[in-house]
């Protein structure tokens, strides 16, 4: 929570000294809340979890009531979080996938057994789809290969065999400062439409096989997707700034 505004190269610091996957940063505005968030190495487009726990953060210290919607301005234009209880439900914009070409050396590097079913990207992310679950979980990619690759993140899916679960996938971006994220609600903004049209279904429910997983409920609405997490408080502290 800021003050005032910060200049990305600080905010960068901050992100690099707290070592997660993503750090978010708010800033008050006239309508809303202005809302970054940097990985340890760079400044990134969309991001789901931090947005979820901003939201949560900005319910729970009383800066915004319970039954208000939190509203965001980001580098992916207006985001808005409303509480369902227990979910927080996220609406973000769908970020289609469509047929490209991998760079070289890409399926190598992710070292995946088993078929490829389908290679896609949208403007942020490569998407592989691989023959079966048993596949996505024991993928074991080279991920010093991967940084070098001019990919800045790869998701790889595949359908589920759990019937509690529609799909399930892994998200590698060794090359953003995150080797493999836990849950990713950004990815799920291509995941949705990608399965949405493969299933012939708008709602769906998502795991993402990290080693410590996650779900994510998915409703594809055309050009926007809503995601539906959980968040907790685990840590409060105060960052003090020279």
């Known amino acids: 929570m800021l003050d005032e505004p910060r200049e990305a190269g600080w905010m960068h610091s901050?992100?690099?000294?707290?070592n997660l996957s993503e750090t978010a940063f708010l800033v008050a505005e006239e309508e809303g809340w202005g809302?970054?968030?940097?990985t340890p190495k760079i400044?990134?487009?969309?991001?789901?979890?931090?947005?979820?726990?901003?939201a949560h953060v900005l319910w729970e210290t009383k800066r915004l009531a319970e039954n208000r919607a939190a509203v965001f301005?980001?580098?992916?234009g207006r985001l808005t979080c409303v509480r369902n209880s227990p979910w927080i439900e996220m609406d973000f914009p769908a970020e289609?996938?469509?047929?490209?070409?991998?760079p070289p050396d890409l399926l190598k590097a992710l070292?995946?057994?088993g078929q490829v079913a389908g290679k896609k990207r949208n403007r942020m992310d490569f998407l592989v789809e691989v023959s079966d679950e048993r596949a996505l979980r024991e993928m074991a990619p080279d991920l010093r290969a991967l940084a070098k690759l001019p990919v800045r993140v790869v998701i790889v899916t595949a359908r589920s065999e759990d019937r509690r679960f529609d799909f399930m996938s892994r998200f590698f971006a060794p090359g953003a400062g995150v080797d493999e994220d836990p849950v990713t609600g950004s990815a799920h903004c291509c995941l949705g439409p990608y399965w949405a049209g493969k299933l012939g279904k708008t709602e769906m429910v998502a795991f993402q096989a990290s080693r410590r997983g996650g779900v994510v409920r998915v409703i594809v609405k055309g050009e926007r997707v809503v995601l539906c997490g959980k968040a907790v408080t685990v840590v409060r502290g105060e960052l003090s700034v020279q």
């Not at 809302?35 to 940097?38: A, E, S």
């Not at 979890?49 to 901003?54: G, R």
């Open 73 to 76: 301005s980001t580098r992916s």
């Open 14 to 18: 901050v992100a690099a000294e707290m």
């Open 43 to 54: 400044e990134v487009d969309l991001c789901g979890h931090a947005t979820l726990a901003s």
């Open 96 to 102: 289609v996938a469509v047929a490209a070409d991998d």
């Open 35 to 38: 809302l970054r968030w940097f």
């Open 111 to 113: 070292n995946i057994t």
